[in-house]
């Protein structure tokens, strides 16, 4: 049972351009989101987050847009850069819980052409 | 600050056998965890620590894998006996603590990567 889903395994943008990656979430109860970036043999690191009180999170090229009601999330690179290329994943978790834990996406491949 | 420390970065064993990795956390985070990452999934965490104590472990196959965190700082993780469907890149991360904002933006090591032939 999936309960966030990044149904675009890759995307691929020219250098300059927005990249716009996309997460959906079947949970209700999750209230805080993540976006981690993954190079190859390195682990993931955390890029930037929202909480479900906020609608917008921005932080220099990367802005994430919550959408509660749709249970919708993307990630907005602007301007992408060929650094950027990399496997995004989404994540989310609940506040309150016994078990409150991280649930990640499949992620998505991203290449950005020069 | 140092990061997450994982070793081995790379282990090939054949079905049956046993491996171990080892992880230390980010001095002075509580919380640590362990994720296995199957190629073309997301990680999924098997199980986590606050301190040495286990928080969840029921996505753990406890008929052969274990985890321990015995001084609350570094942590082992064994597979005993290994299947095909172990290999996959064993992260581990810690973070300072649980259910507290910014608690969950977890330093993830650079992993272990698995082969089970």
């Known amino acids: 049972d999936q309960q966030v889903k990044q149904n675009s395994p890759s995307l691929s943008v020219q250098e300059g351009r927005i990249s716009i990656l996309n997460c959906d979430y079947t949970?209700?109860?999750?209230?805080?989101f993540l976006w981690y970036k993954k190079y190859p043999a390195e682990g993931p690191t955390f890029l930037i987050s929202?909480?479900?009180?906020?609608d917008k999170n921005e932080d220099g090229r990367f802005t994430v847009f919550l959408n509660k009601s749709a249970k919708h999330l993307s990630l907005h690179i602007v301007p992408s850069q060929p650094g950027d290329s990399a496997v995004y994943f989404c994540?989310?978790?609940?506040?309150?819980?016994?078990?409150?834990?991280?649930?990640f996406g499949k992620g998505i491949t991203l290449s950005v052409r020069p | 600050e140092a990061g997450v420390a994982q070793s081995p970065r790379y282990k090939i064993i054949e079905k049956r056998q046993s491996v171990a990795f080892w992880c230390n956390p980010i001095s002075g985070h509580a919380t640590l965890y362990w994720y296995q990452q199957i190629l073309g999934q997301g990680p999924k965490l098997l199980i986590q620590f606050q301190n040495n104590g286990v928080v969840d472990d029921s996505q753990l196959p406890k008929d052969r894998f274990s985890a321990e965190r015995l001084k609350g700082v570094d942590s082992t993780l064994k597979i005993q006996p290994a299947k095909l469907e172990d290999s996959a890149v064993y992260l581990c991360a810690s973070s300072l603590g649980t259910g507290l904002w910014g608690a969950n933006v977890l330093t993830f090591g650079a992993g272990s990567r698995l082969t089970v032939l």
């Open positions: 994540a989310a978790f609940p506040l309150t819980g016994a078990n409150s834990k991280l649930t």
């Open positions: 929202i909480s479900s009180i906020k």
């Open positions: 949970n209700s109860m999750f209230d805080y």
